[in-house]
């Protein structure tokens, strides 16, 4: 009894073993690039820190960093790239190519969005619309 527990314990492990083993070998040759650039403001040229950068259709995407810089590591493909930040048009990228174990680099600038305020003067029941 104790010898075929033992047996089922050892077989258990050879096969969790094998199974790691094929996943890890697998992943390895996985296909994917790089995406790497850095986003900055259109008037000032100032990098644009907090810039969420999304590649659609995937779940995958960054955040650049104070630098303005971001990295994403994609599947192989055309693939189109969102970027958006407060008080920034948003913009999107079609086509860019990531291709099989390369960096590909997209710098991008940002224009500002145009903010309206709408400030309501209670004592004459006046809307007073405001553009900067």
Not at 18 to 33: A, E, H, K, V
Not at 67 to 94: C, W
């Amino acid at each position: 009894m104790l010898v075929v527990s033992l047996y089922k314990i050892y077989c258990m492990r050879f096969i969790i073993t094998i199974f790691f083993t094929i996943t890890l070998f697998l992943n390895s040759f996985s296909q994917t690039g790089k995406i790497e650039g850095k986003v900055t403001d259109s008037k000032t040229g100032a990098a644009l820190s907090g810039v969420s950068v999304t590649s659609i259709g995937s779940e995958k995407g960054s955040a650049s960093d104070i630098d303005g810089r971001f990295v994403i590591t994609l599947g192989v493909g055309t693939h189109t790239i969102r970027l958006s930040s407060v008080g920034y048009n948003i913009k999107e990228l079609s086509d860019v190519e990531v291709t099989s174990n390369t960096i590909t680099s997209l710098d991008v600038v940002l224009e500002s969005a145009e903010i309206y305020f709408i400030i309501f003067n209670f004592f004459t029941c006046n809307p007073f619309y405001s553009l900067q």
